[in-house]
């Protein structure tokens, strides 16, 4: 028995009294996991004198860490073994829960990024909020949605160490609280590199009022606590929307200001007041603009606490800084109302203005009287545009995939494009092979490092040596074994969490994502029930058996987003209990989908859904992880579907609909109500909404969301995400997937080659990006 071994021996003994025959899941995974972290402890130091990034984050969607952290350390099996010899397994670790500190692919993308940083040797750190609770857990109850709150920590968090030392006070206008950093290694590939992922925990600056409490005012004893408290203790559950919240606010300075003074003060223990170097040895990329707050804090703390003048201040700080915009979309980009800004943080306000007068002479310096212009306004009609401030005292905005780089530059930015366009670069979106295929998919991963050697699990382009056994009718039938196996496997699953069975011979085609109106899941909810009617009607005959799974959270605020829950469940209803559909449709909305259903759900997939209206999806993720896991893309040319398709071939995804310009020049002309009118088939299934033929119980739910698609909402035209536009063509594509399913060799000749050509969308590929051309590490 080896240290590692005897290490969970011990702590299965000592913290818990147990023998390891004797433990609970729980207890294994506990001391499974400290043993881990035991085992790491000397590695884990920041090597010194060398440049270092550190990307600040409201949100890392880490998912489940300890079979993650044990394969990077080489442990995985070796604690598999030990379990076994036991009685249990690593997959008994399944109990425990996800880290949803995320919303979805933002979040998700922060922690990719962190893994493949660590795999690759680059000083990368992150630095966000320990919320007390992530994202919120979905339930459905007769169809519709409901929400419970994540406890996360209830397992424990075996995986962090609370650095009491690092603590430093973030201050408010009426409140100032201790900031209590929480970090966690973050391990590379093969355990050489450990970099850090820090985050906040806020907590009051004196536990209790004793005073108080002595005094039997037992509620003023606690208030003070809880009001600290407060600020980390719930994720923000928007994804692409703006929450404009006062805490929000707080919170976004909180992990800005206290995430600054921390790297601050390490700087400080090196170089004392002498801050010619900090630029050389610090990089900040701002994920989003939730982080961009730092900006005038750093101003603020360089000027303030060390004397700087505005003009070294800020030479630094557009040094240091770099920004990445995820979205186009106007809801999602953050204003802050000036009045909320002074009443949360007024101390910092000052250099919110000084910002702005340096905007205005640096436009001036370049010839352009900014005053006249209202998109060069940090300060506009009593809000902050935070984006303006991002891509003004940044060296670099980025956007996240071509097109969206593309659009920034064109439609969206084209203002400061015109200014600064050496400022703009691109940095298409990747994702981890190690999560998302060594992980996930052991079965496609061994078949593929008996082909090629696994040079893949760190250089992910290695796959293009899989092209060849594209053609091979051996790997084919050995490659479509696999796939059943991943259905199989999927299928138990979610008869244990659904009370659902699914039949592995079906065509498996998944839409999974969180729910919003541009994502376009009621098209995909339009076209199945097309489909559905077809089939009763005996118009469609050679329909190849097929479920439709769905996995999506609405934010609890989004109504429409739940109106569309509730629309899918009912027609999942509709569908599987109409005898005449059994062996031949299905369609399954699971629950609470989360980085670990996703785990599962992808690599059992024959056909990725991602059908955004081109233009909205700034890039989109799971599409990677999809192709990644020999899956067609059944998709728009949006985000980073375009890239997809052009490394995988056309020929082997089904891509349909408007284009970003199309959409463009249909904008004035799309009649949605004319469509309905004219065309039998897309009255048949809109209507459906208001025809009686689903129950929204009462809510009206239905009704507003035909409304949205033929009236528009006051503010904005009907179906502003030209759902009807694309009707006919999505479903002729999804019916053109249909029958290439039938030729089973030439279908897995298409996944094979889109696995085998997935090696761009690696997030090894797009961190080196970053730290070459913008970070310098
Ligand atoms: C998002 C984009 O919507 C998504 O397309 C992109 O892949 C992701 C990561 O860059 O960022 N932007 C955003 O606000 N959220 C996203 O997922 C929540």
Not at 292 to 298: D, K, N
Not at 597 to 611: F, G, N, R, T, W
Request: with cysteine; charged share 25%; hydrophobic share 40%.
């Amino acid at each position: 028995m080896d240290r590692f071994e005897e290490k969970i021996g011990e702590l299965l003994r000592l913290d818990f009294g147990v023998t390891p025959d004797g433990a609970d899941a729980k207890q294994l995974y506990t001391a499974v996991s400290q043993a881990a972290m035991d085992s790491l402890r000397d590695g884990w130091k920041k090597p010194a004198g060398k440049k270092r990034a550190c990307y600040f984050s409201a949100e890392f969607l880490m998912g489940r860490l300890v079979n993650s952290n044990l394969m990077n350390l080489g442990l995985l099996e070796e604690a598999d073994r030990y379990l076994k010899a036991h009685g249990r397994s690593v997959a008994d670790f399944e109990q425990i829960e996800d880290d949803a500190l995320g919303n979805g692919g933002l979040g998700r993308l922060a922690a990719c990024f962190l893994d493949s940083a660590a795999t690759h040797g680059i000083p990368l750190d992150g630095y966000g909020i320990r919320y007390r609770y992530g994202l919120f857990r979905q339930y459905f109850e007769d169809g519709f949605q409901r929400e419970r709150a994540d406890d996360w920590l209830r397992f424990g968090d075996p995986w962090s160490v609370r650095r009491e030392e690092d603590a430093v006070e973030v201050r408010f206008a009426d409140q100032t609280v201790r900031a209590v950093p929480y970090d966690m290694p973050v391990i590379g590939y093969g355990g050489k590199t450990i970099n850090t992922l820090r985050l906040w925990q806020s907590e009051p600056l004196s536990a209790f009022d004793f005073d108080l409490f002595n005094r039997q005012e037992y509620d003023r004893a606690v208030a003070e606590k809880n009001r600290a408290e407060e600020i980390s203790y719930v994720l923000y559950p928007n994804d692409d929307t703006d929450a404009g919240k006062r805490l929000r606010l707080k919170q976004q300075y909180f992990f800005s200001s206290a995430s600054l003074q921390s790297i601050l003060r390490e700087y400080l223990g090196r170089h004392g007041e002498d801050f010619s170097a900090f630029a050389d040895e610090y990089a900040v990329q701002l994920n989003d603009t939730h982080p961009t707050v730092s900006i005038p804090e750093l101003l603020r703390l360089l000027m303030e606490e060390h004397g700087l003048c505005y003009d070294e201040a800020f030479s630094i700080a557009q040094r240091v800084f770099a920004y990445t915009n995820h979205t186009i979309m106007a809801e999602a980009l953050e204003k802050w109302d000036v009045g909320l800004f002074l009443s949360v943080i007024p101390e910092v306000y000052p250099y919110v203005v000084m910002l702005q007068n340096g905007l205005k002479q640096a436009l001036h310096n370049k010839g352009i009287n900014g005053a006249d212009q209202i998109p060069y306004y940090l300060v506009d009609d009593g809000r902050i545009h935070m984006a303006r401030m991002a891509i003004f005292a940044a060296h670099s905005t980025n956007g996240v995939a071509r097109i969206h780089t593309e659009i920034l530059k064109e439609t969206a930015l084209r203002e400061w494009y015109a200014v600064w366009p050496e400022r703009f670069n691109n940095k298409t979106n990747g994702i981890t092979q190690r999560r998302w295929l060594a992980l996930c998919n052991p079965e496609l991963s061994g078949f593929i490092t008996e082909r090629i050697g696994d040079g893949w699990i760190t250089e992910l382009d290695e796959l293009k040596k899989l092209a060849p056994y594209a053609d091979d009718e051996r790997a084919r039938e050995r490659f479509l074994a696999i796939k059943r196996e991943k259905k199989c496997q999927l299928a138990a699953y979610v008869k244990a969490r659904e009370g659902v069975e699914l039949n592995p011979d079906f065509l498996f085609d998944i839409q999974v994502k969180r729910l919003h109106e541009y994502k376009r899941q009621l098209l995909n909810a339009f076209s199945i029930l097309d489909i559905y009617f077809a089939l009763k009607d005996g118009r469609l005959t050679d329909f190849y058996p097929t479920v439709f799974l769905f996995g999506a959270k609405a934010a609890p605020g989004y109504y429409r987003a739940k109106g569309i829950i509730k629309y899918l469940n009912e027609i999942a209803k509709r569908v599987n209990g109409d005898p005449d559909m059994k062996g031949r449709m299905q369609v399954v909305f699971v629950q609470n989908y989360d980085v670990s259903y996703a785990e599962k759900l992808i690599p059992a997939a024959d056909v990725s859904e991602q059908i955004s209206t081109a233009g909205t999806e700034a890039s989109g993720t799971s599409n990677m992880k999809f192709m990644l896991n020999g899956a067609v893309t059944l998709g728009t040319l949006d985000g980073a579907n375009i890239e997809i398709v052009e490394q995988a071939g056309a020929e082997n995804n089904f891509i349909f609909g408007a284009t970003v310009e199309e959409i463009a020049s249909a904008a004035s002309t799309y009649d949605p109500k004319a469509l309905c009118r004219d065309n039998p088939r897309i009255r048949r299934v809109v209507d459906t909404l208001v025809d009686g033929t689903f129950s929204d119980g009462g809510t009206g739910m239905f009704r507003e969301l035909y409304d949205s698609l033929m009236t528009g909402a006051s503010w904005h035209r009907p179906d502003q995400y030209y759902l009807l536009l694309d009707f006919e063509s999505y479903c002729d594509a999804k019916l053109r997937v249909n029958r290439a399913y039938r030729d089973r060799a030439a279908f897995a000749r298409k996944c094979l080659l889109n696995t085998a050509n997935a090696g761009k969308f690696s997030s090894d590929r797009t961190i080196r990006e970053y730290a070459r051309e913008i970070w310098g590490v």
